[in-house]
């Protein structure tokens, strides 16, 4: 199973940006799919995840400005981000929890590689 990460880029302050991320490979089912970022000298976060049954959760520093959606039947996971501020520059990381490749199979996690988010005042 791979994640595919991309829409990463440079922004202007109040600009916006869609992060995309395609799980592949022989994949049953995943229960979350998520984002996560990490800035230069902090740990890594959770920005956003969403349930298999597309219920979101978010970080307190995004409600209202980012929305995650995902397509079960594409096995990706969108980030909106609108009205970007410095503080959201980081590296963005996807990930799959609870991924089921059989019937029988135990749940693993996944990473995406990172695509950089760079806002600019």
């Known amino acids: 199973v791979q994640l595919q990460a991309s829409g990463g880029g440079l922004v202007q302050t109040g600009g916006s940006l869609r992060l995309s991320c395609a799980a592949s490979g022989s994949i049953l089912s995943i229960d979350n799919m998520g984002w996560y970022r990490q800035a230069p000298g902090k740990e890594r976060e959770l920005v956003a995840l969403i349930t298999r049954d597309s219920r979101p959760e978010y970080a307190d520093s995004v409600k209202g400005r980012f929305t995650i959606s995902r397509d079960n039947a594409k096995s990706t996971v969108y980030l909106q981000m609108n009205s970007l501020k410095s503080e959201d520059t980081a590296v963005y990381y996807c990930?799959?929890?609870?991924?089921?490749?059989?019937?029988?199979?135990?749940?693993?996690?996944?990473w995406g590689q990172g695509t950089q988010v760079t806002v600019s005042s």
């Open positions: 990930h799959a929890g609870g991924v089921r490749i059989t019937v029988t199979s135990r749940l693993r996690d996944y």
